[in-house]
């Protein structure tokens, strides 16, 4: 298996712009999150879906982030209109029933200047 | 929800020597305690883990224990080498289906 497939790998984008993030989880995961890395904050869990349907996004931080499941392998995080404070690592992770076992992708540099 | 401290947040060691990571959770439905190893630039690894059923659990030179009453688990690293530096996590499962980490600790072994 070739793992958690995320794209870009970097993305720099200037600030008011639309960005979009991807992510294909292991092929048979149900599970799928999002997370964010910052020095400060370490890593925070954004959302979560489980068998496609978003679990609990009380993570997002504000309406510019949104973020869809629409099949089993694969998921979007969007963020409309991108800011300099959302640059961080964002990380796709996805698991086989839950918190169990995640594997993590390579994870999309964004940077918002 | 589930909180996760972790110390230290930063640790030097010299090679050969032991390193100990402690976490502490606040949510007692917690019954998952994994722990990730990032190295620059990379993804985060599952390196071990431990359910609440258990106090200790050990797999070569990387032990994890438990201790449900107190809230707090610790990572345990003897004979530290140059390739154990890296940025180590703690996790708590919580009550829901996530993983809440630590802020991590950036290990640095010298040779």
């Known amino acids: 298996d070739a793992g958690v497939i995320q794209s870009p790998r970097h993305e720099v984008t200037e600030m008011g712009q639309e960005v979009t993030l991807r992510c294909k989880p292991i092929?048979?995961?149900?599970?799928l999150f999002w997370y964010r890395q910052t020095m400060m904050r370490g890593l925070e869990l954004l959302i979560y879906f489980n068998n496609n349907v978003p679990i609990d996004d009380s993570g997002m931080p504000e309406d510019r982030f949104s973020a869809k499941m629409p099949n089993a392998s694969f998921s979007t995080l969007k963020i409309q209109p991108s800011e300099p404070r959302d640059s961080a690592v964002y990380f796709c992770?996805?698991?086989?029933?839950?918190?169990?076992?995640?594997?993590f992708g390579s994870g999309t540099r964004l940077t918002v200047v | 929800g589930e909180n996760v401290e972790q110390h230290p947040s930063t640790l030097s060691v010299q090679e050969g020597d032991s390193a100990v990571i402690k976490c502490t959770y606040s949510?007692?439905?917690?019954?998952?305690f994994p722990w990730y190893k990032q190295e620059l630039g990379k993804r985060p690894q599952l390196i071990i883990d431990i359910r609440s059923n258990v106090g200790e659990k050990k797999d070569q030179r990387i032990a994890v224990t438990l201790n449900k009453t107190a809230k707090h688990f610790s990572l345990h690293i003897t004979e530290t080498q140059p390739e154990d530096s890296a940025v180590y996590f703690c996790?708590?499962?919580?009550?829901?289906?996530?993983?809440?980490f630590g802020k991590g600790t950036s290990l640095l072994v010298t040779p």
């Open positions: 949510d007692s439905a917690s019954n998952y």
């Open positions: 992770a996805s698991s086989l029933g839950g918190r169990d076992g995640y594997t």
């Open positions: 996790a708590a499962s919580g009550s829901g289906y996530a993983l809440n």
């Open positions: 092929s048979g995961h149900n599970s």
